[in-house]
């Protein structure tokens, strides 16, 4: 009998029994040179069961806590890489050039994934790499700038309270390389703050890092170095002011700053 033809016209709405054979021109196979739709490459990493030796030493581990040793590794564009200076690696034929520089090798990476995704229970049975920062001794730092750090002026560096060595130890969160769980299992957890609520600055500087909102740089630099200076002046002129004379000024200032910075965005946004 001849296949009749589809109400849609698409010759695979046609029932199964009349589908051309697997292979051919209109076969919907997948081809095996694209990656699984169905899938993350991820959840094809995952070990099942995970073993149950390396599950115990893993469930040791928490966010903040220390291994040694780690290189720096990142991706790159084909060739030498104009940014990092990197030079071309082995492999010229595509993007997503893999570079693992052990020059660049740390005494000491802190593990900054949530506690929740790192054992082989719960959420973190469906995690199989955790996020590793590179630690770094300033001991070249001078006082305010070290202060400006432990009260989390800079948004990237995190004051450690009870570092590995002495001097003094930052976490630089502007890298994250993903390592395989394997490697927490090759090394015990080493400390690196002293009490939980240091453990809790850091994830909040995690989580302030990434979803701190896109301003333009009148918003997010020039605004607030500008109501700090405001704010010196009206303390420097606070004792000869009378407090009704203090909130007057501090409206029409402000007023004035929010006026300045509105004009500022505007003319940011016209088109060149």
Known sequence: MPARDSPTGDPTDRPASEQ???GGPT???PDPREPSQDSSPSDELLPTPWPADIAVRRDQ???GQLLPRPVLSWVGAAGADPITGAPPGDTDAYDWEPIANPDLSTPFGMVVSQTC???????????PFVDI????????????????????KTNHLVALTRPPEDGFWIVDLRLTMPASKALLAAHQPLPAFADPQDVLNLTEAL?????????????????????DDYASEVSRGARVCSSNRRVGLVLGDL?????????AVQDRSRPV
């Open 20 to 22: 051309p054979a697997s």
């Open 27 to 29: 076969s919907n196979a």
């Open 61 to 63: 581990w928490q966010t």
């Open 117 to 127: 995704d790192i054992p082989a229970t719960g959420p973190g049975k469906r995690h």
């Open 133 to 152: 920062s590179p630690l770094y001794r300033r001991n070249d730092l001078d006082y305010g700038q070290r202060k400006g750090i432990r009260q989390f």
């Open 207 to 227: 989580a302030r890092k990434r979803r701190r909102p896109a301003l333009r740089d009148v918003l997010s630099e020039a605004l607030p170095r500008s109501l």
């Open 255 to 263: 007023i004035e700053l929010l006026e300045r910075v509105l004009a």
